[in-house]
C-alpha cells in the first residue's frame, strides 16, 4: 500500500502562484510515474501533469509553460509548481501513484482545494 497527502491548495487571484506538494509513504519501492490530476465542478477528472521514474515529463495543453512537475526521490515527494493561475484552473487537484504494469496498481490523495479568482 502507497499513501498520498497533498498540501499546498488554497485561494489565489488570478496570475497567481501555488505550489501544492504531495508526499508518499508506505510501499514507495514499487511508485513508477507519478502524476497530478484535478476536477473542476460538474466535469471529470484530467490529467494535468505526470513524471515517470526517470524524469520525463508530460503536461495538459492547457498547462504547458505555466505549470511544472517535479518529484524529490530523497524525500519521496512530488510538487507541481502553478504559475500565471487562471480562474479555468479552479479545481480539486489530485495526486496520483502508479506502479509498472505488472503490478497494475494506482493511488491517489483525498485532494485539495486549488481556487483561482479573477
Known amino acids: 500500500q502507497v499513501q498520498l497527502v497533498e498540501s499546498g491548495g488554497g485561494l489565489v487571484q488570478s496570475g497567481g502562484s501555488l505550489r501544492l506538494s504531495c508526499a508518499t509513504s508506505g510501499a514507495i519501492f514499487n511508485i513508477n510515474a507519478m502524476g497530478w490530476y484535478r476536477q473542476a465542478p460538474g466535469k471529470q477528472r484530467e490529467l494535468v501533469a505526470r513524471?515517470?521514474?526517470?524524469?520525463?515529463?508530460n503536461y495538459t495543453d492547457s498547462v504547458k509553460g505555466r505549470f511544472t512537475i517535479s518529484r524529490d526521490n530523497v524525500k519521496n515527494t512530488a510538487y507541481l509548481q502553478m504559475n500565471s493561475l487562471k480562474p479555468d484552473d479552479t479545481g480539486v487537484y489530485y495526486c496520483?501513484?502508479?506502479?509498472?504494469?505488472?503490478?497494475?496498481?494506482?493511488?491517489w490523495g483525498q485532494g485539495t482545494q486549488v481556487t483561482v479568482s479573477s
Open positions: 496520483n501513484a502508479e506502479t509498472p504494469w505488472y503490478l497494475g496498481e494506482t493511488y
Open positions: 513524471i515517470t521514474e526517470g524524469g520525463t515529463t
